[in-house]
């Protein structure tokens, strides 16, 4: 006999249906799986068997075929499992077959019956959701999440035999309370008002927060390069419903998310070590799979020792810095992953790390400077926007009684600024979510009055900025404006932009930093 289930593959972000075709033919006892599938997939046999039998059910001892069809798309994981087990009982007659018509099943069984968690529910939900689905059969500990889909019938079970019975009407299937329409965010651990001095930096951080703009802090160790980056999120806008759901699909697929838990909150902070490839920034893999840059989507990518990471991991950033996605291309398919994030990177300015320090001096050569700072390409320096230099801080600083500006009074302003230009843009065209930083948003700046192009003419014959540079400049010229709450650039705004350009100043460092005009 035939049965016919309907489940789904996820690829990349997406998820694509996958019909589970499952024949029980006389014969010898044989089992097997076909559709391209990965090793995982095949080894669903020995699960399969193992836990019909062991839920009460009768596993035939005849010649039983399973196809995944579409055969052309790759089939990968373990929540083919709970889809297989149904169309076996299915062609034996042990579930009718108008039981399963209209579900979408997935799930992977352990050995007992068990149904654990998948990875994807998210993007499943979201794909497969139409007029024609009954409901979606997923284990329970996935139920959370699944439900963060409206319209999408929930179907949870937490053990094979429970599941079918519920399918048979025998019992109904557990209730999942609907998940509520906006996120709660969960306060933060860090507060900027822990920070204590570095005003300036405080400020830099400010606009990159505002703007969405990448970020290089370099100072002496034990400066505070870290404390202030983890404080960063602290400062950005709660994520609306819709940016939450971005960032939740995201950590399912990548299979981060908790047990059971449902809707990501917060902004992801996202800090690599230094001994990360260019797979695990970017994302990729024989089957592709998000990178810490995607991880870090709608959030903060903290690249801590900079010129500690690999060449190779460093110059596969620059598209996804750039462009705000990684794309990843394979023989079978090409899958992109979003990258909006502000980068923060930071690092020593020398190997022992006090060049410039006004205490402790600088124990390196000339050549161990060079050869440091040379790890670090021109074309990754030209995107960064903001060059923030992070001093030694002084006992009258570090031992101050007043705590500094609290997170919540700089956020508040980051919101204002984004609201602004958010507003500013309106027309026609669509509206991006309110809480998109100008940054982010592509077209054309601001015009710009006569006295601040001779200003910003200057400073590309001076510095020698790059297209690229320039435009950068411009977009944080408005940001900082925005946050001033002025309608145009001034010439004041774009001096403060470009204030935060010290690399491109000619003899500000060794040579080895490169040329940062290049591409």
Request: one cysteine or more; aromatic letters at 4%; charged letters at 20%.
């Given at each position: 006999?035939?049965?016919?289930?309907?489940?789904?593959?996820?690829?990349?972000?997406?998820?694509?249906?996958?019909?589970?075709?499952?024949?029980?033919?006389?014969?010898?006892?044989?089992?097997?799986?076909?559709?391209?599938?990965?090793?995982?997939?095949?080894?669903?046999?020995?699960?399969?068997?193992?836990?019909?039998?062991?839920?009460?059910?009768?596993?035939?001892?005849?010649?039983?075929?399973?196809?995944?069809?579409?055969?052309?798309?790759?089939?990968?994981?373990?929540?083919?499992?709970?889809?297989?087990?149904?169309?076996?009982?299915?062609?034996?007659?042990?579930?009718?077959?108008?039981?399963?018509?209209?579900?979408?099943?997935?799930?992977?069984?352990?050995?007992?019956?068990?149904?654990?968690?998948?990875?994807?529910?998210?993007?499943?939900?979201?794909?497969?959701?139409?007029?024609?689905?009954?409901?979606?059969?997923?284990?329970?500990?996935?139920?959370?999440?699944?439900?963060?889909?409206?319209?999408?019938?929930?179907?949870?079970?937490?053990?094979?035999?429970?599941?079918?019975?519920?399918?048979?009407?025998?019992?109904?299937?557990?209730?999942?309370?609907?998940?509520?329409?906006?996120?709660?965010?969960?306060?933060?651990?860090?507060?900027?008002?822990?920070?204590?001095?570095?005003?300036?930096?405080?400020?830099?951080?400010?606009?990159?927060?505002?703007?969405?703009?990448?970020?290089?802090?370099?100072?002496?160790?034990?400066?505070?390069?870290?404390?202030?980056?983890?404080?960063?999120?602290?400062?950005?806008?709660?994520?609306?419903?819709?940016?939450?759901?971005?960032?939740?699909?995201?950590?399912?697929?990548?299979?981060?998310?908790?047990?059971?838990?449902?809707?990501?909150?917060?902004?992801?902070?996202?800090?690599?070590?230094?001994?990360?490839?260019?797979?695990?920034?970017?994302?990729?893999?024989?089957?592709?799979?998000?990178?810490?840059?995607?991880?870090?989507?709608?959030?903060?990518?903290?690249?801590?020792?900079?010129?500690?990471?690999?060449?190779?991991?460093?110059?596969?950033?620059?598209?996804?810095?750039?462009?705000?996605?990684?794309?990843?291309?394979?023989?079978?398919?090409?899958?992109?992953?979003?990258?909006?994030?502000?980068?923060?990177?930071?690092?020593?300015?020398?190997?022992?790390?006090?060049?410039?320090?006004a205490v402790k001096p600088c124990a390196c050569t000339s050549r161990q400077r060079a050869q440091y700072l040379s790890r670090i390409s021109g074309p990754l320096l030209d995107r960064m926007?903001?060059?923030?230099?992070?001093?030694?801080?002084?006992?009258?600083?570090?031992?101050?009684?007043?705590?500094?500006?609290?997170?919540?009074?700089?956020?508040?302003?980051?919101?204002?600024?984004?609201?602004?230009?958010?507003?500013?843009?309106?027309?026609?065209?669509?509206?991006?979510?309110?809480?998109?930083?100008?940054?982010?948003?592509?077209?054309?700046?601001?015009?710009?009055?006569?006295?601040?192009?001779?200003?910003?003419?200057?400073?590309?014959?001076?510095?020698?900025?790059?297209?690229?540079?320039?435009?950068?400049?411009?977009?944080?010229?408005?940001?900082?404006?925005?946050?001033?709450?002025?309608?145009?650039?001034?010439?004041?705004?774009?001096?403060?932009?470009?204030?935060?350009?010290?690399?491109?100043?000619?003899?500000?460092?060794?040579?080895?930093?490169?040329?940062?005009?290049?591409?």
């Amino acid at each position: 006999m035939l049965a016919r289930v309907r489940s789904a593959a996820v690829i990349g972000l997406d998820a694509v249906p996958v019909d589970v075709e499952v024949d029980v033919a006389a014969g010898l006892p044989a089992f097997a799986i076909v559709g391209l599938p990965d090793a995982a997939v095949r080894e669903a046999r020995e699960r399969v068997r193992a836990a019909i039998r062991n839920a009460g059910y009768d596993m035939p001892a005849r010649r039983v075929t399973v196809n995944l069809a579409p055969a052309d798309t790759r089939k990968v994981g373990p929540a083919f499992d709970l889809p297989i087990a149904l169309g076996i009982l299915t062609a034996t007659g042990q579930l009718p077959e108008t039981a399963v018509r209209g579900y979408v099943a997935v799930g992977e069984l352990s050995l007992d019956g068990t149904i654990r968690p998948v990875a994807g529910i998210l993007s499943i939900a979201q794909d497969l959701r139409s007029a024609g689905t009954r409901g979606l059969l997923v284990p329970e500990a996935n139920a959370p999440e699944a439900a963060i889909v409206s319209g999408m019938r929930v179907c949870p079970a937490a053990r094979l035999r429970d599941a079918v019975r519920a399918l048979r009407g025998d019992i109904p299937f557990p209730a999942v309370p609907p998940h509520g329409a906006g996120p709660v965010e969960t306060p933060p651990a860090v507060d900027f008002a822990d920070v204590r001095g570095q005003a300036h930096v405080r400020r830099g951080l400010e606009i990159a927060a505002a703007g969405g703009h990448n970020v290089l802090m370099v100072g002496p160790p034990g400066s505070g390069k870290t404390m202030l980056a983890r404080r960063l999120p602290t400062i950005l806008p709660p994520l609306s419903h819709d940016e939450a759901i971005q960032v939740t699909r995201i950590y399912s697929v990548a299979g981060h998310l908790a047990s059971r838990a449902a809707l990501i909150t917060t902004r992801p902070f996202r800090a690599p070590h230094h001994t990360a490839s260019a797979v695990a920034l970017v994302g990729g893999g024989a089957i592709p799979r998000p990178g810490e840059a995607s991880l870090a989507h709608l959030g903060v990518l903290f690249l801590d020792e900079l010129p500690e990471f690999r060449r190779d991991a460093l110059e596969a950033l620059r598209q996804p810095l750039e462009e705000g996605r990684a794309v990843i291309a394979r023989a079978q398919s090409t899958v992109t992953f979003p990258t909006r994030c502000v980068v923060v990177a930071a690092l020593n300015p020398c190997p022992c790390g006090y060049l410039g320090d006004a205490v402790k001096p600088c124990a390196c050569t000339s050549r161990q400077r060079a050869q440091y700072l040379s790890r670090i390409s021109g074309p990754l320096l030209d995107r960064m926007d903001l060059y923030l230099e992070v001093p030694r801080l002084t006992g009258a600083e570090l031992t101050a009684p007043h705590p500094g500006e609290s997170s919540d009074a700089v956020r508040a302003r980051v919101m204002r600024a984004r609201r602004r230009r958010c507003a500013a843009r309106r027309g026609p065209a669509p509206q991006p979510e309110p809480t998109t930083p100008a940054g982010w948003l592509a077209g054309r700046e601001s015009r710009l009055d006569a006295a601040v192009v001779a200003l910003l003419r200057s400073a590309i014959d001076r510095l020698g900025l790059s297209a690229r540079g320039m435009q950068r400049v411009v977009r944080v010229a408005r940001t900082i404006a925005d946050l001033a709450g002025a309608d145009r650039i001034g010439a004041d705004h774009l001096a403060e932009a470009l204030s935060y350009r010290a690399l491109d100043r000619p003899g500000f460092a060794p040579a080895a930093w490169g040329a940062t005009s290049g591409a």
